[in-house]
């Protein structure tokens, strides 16, 4: 069945480096563009990070942009979330998600929690 | 940015009730709308796109409706695993999520 799996939160100081990556199965994922999104009890559900299917177009909002960097790999399946300069505000629970054409997201994952602190 | 606003925050509802949960656009986003469902600990779940359109899987007695900037996501009759937190999401000019209603059991 299609599923995805996020990996590699955890605890990281301010102003460190993290990166998060999303395994996909069940599905053709060189076809689709993917999300990050996260979510925190305060600011609710907030999109991250979009690319386009072949890896060549990448979207971020304002709130990371200059910080974050979405990747993945299409042999491996694999979608990447390399989060450096973090900061407090940065914590939340992480999920990746498939897109469909149009735009919307169908299929997430369970999630990835990042907790930023000294 | 588009802001998506949900109400209630909170609506308590008996099993076999009805439930009418409220989104509102601050601007026109056609149909580009979706809800999701989430359960504590889970990730969140399609159940409608295209304002009206359900995903593969829900049940009909879920059934959206609305265009431009006002949504309405109705639970014909609640079943003890449809209390959960409901978002709403607009996908027209980039994305972002309502706050969230939480349908609880009376």
């Known amino acids: 069945q299609v599923q995805l799996v996020e990996s590699g939160g955890g605890v990281v100081q301010p102003g460190r480096s993290l990166r998060l990556s999303c395994a996909a199965s069940?599905?053709?994922?060189?076809?689709?563009?993917m999300y990050w999104v996260r979510q925190t009890p305060g600011r609710g559900l907030e999109w991250v990070a979009v690319?386009?299917?072949?890896?060549?177009?990448?979207y971020y909002a304002d709130s990371v942009k200059g910080r974050f960097t979405i990747s993945r790999d299409n042999s491996k399946n694999t979608l990447y979330l390399q989060m450096d300069s973090q900061r407090p505000e940065d914590t939340a629970v992480y999920y990746c998600a498939r897109e469909q054409p149009d735009k919307y997201m169908d299929v997430w994952g369970r999630g990835t929690p990042v907790t930023v602190s000294s | 940015e588009i802001v998506m606003t949900q109400s209630p925050a909170t609506l308590s509802v008996s099993p076999g009730e009805r439930a009418t949960l409220s989104c509102r656009a601050s601007q026109s986003i056609s149909s580009k709308l979706a809800w999701y469902q989430q359960k504590p600990g889970q990730a969140p779940r399609l159940l409608i796109y295209g304002a009206s359109t359900r995903a593969t899987g829900v049940p009909a007695r879920f059934s959206g409706s609305g265009s431009g900037t006002e949504f309405t996501l109705t639970i014909s009759s609640l079943q003890s695993e449809d209390f959960a937190v409901y978002y709403c999401?607009?996908?027209?000019?980039?994305?972002?999520f309502g706050q969230g209603t939480k349908v609880e059991i009376k």
């Open positions: 999401q607009q996908y027209n000019y980039w994305w972002t």
């Open positions: 690319i386009s299917f072949d890896g060549l177009n990448k």
């Open positions: 069940g599905f053709t994922f060189s076809a689709y563009a």
